[in-house]
Nanobody, 115 residues
Framework: QVQLVESGGGLVQAGGSLRLSCSASGSIFSINTMGWYRQAPGKQRELVARVISGGSTNYADSVKGRFTISRDNARKMVYLQMSSLKPEDTAVYYC?????????WGQGTQVTVSS
């Protein structure tokens, strides 16, 4: 059984930084895409950033220049370095990993940015 576990969320002041980590346990093969999504209260879940197996990345316009995604294929881990955080970044952040046949999600980690 595959399980994704996020860590690194918390409370931070505006302008601060946090680093989220996500590790996968269990038998998961041929991960094509690793990414981070977020969902704020009353809003739909949205893509924050993703990295494809070849190394190319995509970012939401709202986080470009502030967030950096990276992955460690050997360790089945994905990271999200968040800097210059804003109150509007407050949300539950979810890790996602996709293989050709499966789509896996973590349980989410809360990020709260105070003004």
């Amino acid at each position: 059984q595959v399980q994704l576990v996020e860590s690194g969320g918390g409370l931070v002041q505006a302008g601060g930084s946090l680093r989220l980590s996500c590790s996968a346990s269990g038998s998961i093969f041929s991960i094509n895409t690793m990414g981070w999504y977020r969902q704020a209260p009353g809003k739909q879940r949205e893509l924050v950033a993703r990295v494809i197996s070849g190394g190319s990345t995509n970012y939401a316009d709202s986080v470009k220049g502030r967030f950096t995604i990276s992955r460690d294929n050997a360790r089945k881990m994905v990271y999200l370095q968040m800097s210059s955080l804003k109150p509007e970044d407050t949300a539950v952040y979810y890790c996602n990993m996709r293989s050709p046949l499966n789509d896996y999600w973590g349980q989410g980690t809360q990020v709260t940015v105070s003004s």
